[in-house]
């Protein structure tokens, strides 16, 4: 262990006790997660390690049947809360501060409060939606909104739950943790730097979206999901708090963009396993813009692997990969590109190992990469998007199972993880021309999550 990284390490207890003061605080009102309150099962039922969003075969299978199935008990109400406290550290500092209002390094920050309406809102309709306020931001606003119809049915032979979902982020409806939108790591710092190139299918939509899509999961194995994502006018983004700055002329999605899933998802009992298709075409203009369009067609493939046993010994294995290919049409035109088409490629692996349902540890390893544009990248000195690297977590989940102390009322993970780059948007040293290399952004990060 390096004496920087040993200091860092002898520090993070200090911070993290004051964030666990914050997080407490905020959790006061003790309610009930309205999930477990409204079947009856504990947080580990549906949930790796007894905290979300890591699903249990149990937790996909009450996903896709709408968020409605329950023990039969009335007057329940799908009502819950969320408090993340938290502690960054950076390799070096940022310059001009992590964020409005805070330093250039080890920040400790309660990172969000969120308020869920999260269960059954009638026979065959059930919803997992989100208010966030940002205390970095100092702002709330309308954050995840998946809400759902969903039903069995026979067709011929075979038996299937079909649905439909409502939602404002591509992947953010799918069941399995593999794809961008609850993919590890579950827990990031608003307040560390992050690589600035992702596919579109990463998070470039969500939230300034509304989708519909339809799906069939068939004989409790095939999965397949149709629909499309349109956009929201700038008002009422800006109403809701998802655009900050209403001078920001941004970036629209123009008309229909096609979303399609397709999946094979296995529950052998001790073990379980998929393995998946996705895909997404949409075009990109500025908000009160009919000219040209920048056009977006991102593909990929996913599989995971989850061994439970007894549930005493835990492993779990995802990944995936996703190829964009980018049309820039109308980054060109207005100068924006040196090419009108560039590709980019991610990759995203990992391995997580859960002990009594209580303790984990999760490896990942991340990479980035893609075609050169010194404009489209002039963020960087080398013009391209390349970055890579591994991140390291250990957590604690003291809470969230049967017997815990306070069940259920009482959920809480506490965890400290690690991030460490290989290459930073573009090179691992002097990637901005300014002497900043790739390790500067290596970020020590301890949090405090609780459900409530």
Request: hydrophobic share 35%.
């Amino acid at each position: 262990m390096t004496p920087a990284l040993s200091r860092r390490l002898g520090s993070v207890t200090r911070q993290l006790l004051a964030t666990l003061v914050l997080a407490l605080l905020a959790s006061a009102a003790q309610a009930v997660p309205s999930y477990s309150r409204q079947t009856g099962q504990e947080c580990a039922s549906c949930h790796m390690g007894s905290f979300g969003p890591q699903l249990t075969p149990y937790g996909v299978k009450f996903k896709i049947g709408g968020y409605t199935d329950s023990d039969g008990g009335d007057g329940k109400i799908p009502l819950s809360g969320m408090a993340v406290g938290t502690w960054t550290s950076t390799g070096k500092g940022q310059p001009g501060g992590a964020a409005p209002r805070y330093g250039d390094n080890n920040n400790t920050a309660l990172q969000e409060l969120s308020l869920f309406i999260a269960g059954k809102l009638g026979e065959h309709v059930g919803s997992f939606s989100q208010i966030t306020y940002s205390g970095i931001d100092r702002k709330a606003a309308l954050d995840h909104v998946d809400i759902r119809a969903a039903g069995e049915a026979s067709l011929g032979s075979h038996s299937a739950t079909l649905g439909v979902s409502l939602n404002n982020n591509p992947t953010l409806q799918d069941p399995f943790n593999t794809l961008p939108a609850w993919r590890f790591p579950y827990s990031t710092s608003d307040l560390a730097p992050a690589p600035g190139a992702a596919p579109l299918l990463d998070g470039g939509l969500e939230h300034t979206v509304l989708g519909a899509t339809g799906y069939a999961y068939l004989d409790n194995g095939l999965y397949a999901e149709l629909g499309g994502y349109g956009g929201i006018g700038k008002r009422f983004l800006e109403r809701i708090n998802v655009i900050s700055d209403p001078l920001d002329p941004g970036q629209q999605l123009k008309g229909i963009a096609p979303y399609w899933r397709l999946g094979y998802f296995k529950d052998n009992k001790r073990d379980a396993f998929s393995v998946g298709l996705v895909g997404l075409n949409a075009k990109l203009g500025n908000y009160g813009s009919g000219g040209p369009t920048d056009h977006y067609n991102d593909f990929g493939v996913d599989a995971s692997y989850q061994y439970l046993g007894n549930r005493q010994h835990v492993f779990a294995l995802g990944g995936s990969y996703i190829r964009e290919r980018q049309t820039l049409n109308a980054t060109f035109g207005s100068g924006g590109a040196d090419n009108t088409r560039l590709t980019l490629d991610q990759w995203n692996a990992s391995a997580s190992y859960h002990y009594a349902k209580t303790y984990g540890v999760t490896l990942r390893y991340f990479n980035i990469s893609g075609a050169r544009d010194n404009t489209f990248y002039g963020d960087n000195r080398t013009g391209k998007p390349d970055s890579s690297g591994w991140t390291l977590q250990g957590d604690w989940t003291p809470f969230g199972k049967e017997s815990s102390w306070g069940a259920p009322w009482a959920n809480v993970r506490m965890g400290l993880q690690y991030t460490w780059y290989n290459r930073f948007n573009g090179a691992k040293d002097n990637y901005d021309g300014t002497g900043r290399n790739a390790k500067d952004n290596n970020t020590l990060y301890g949090f405090i999550w609780t459900a409530f």
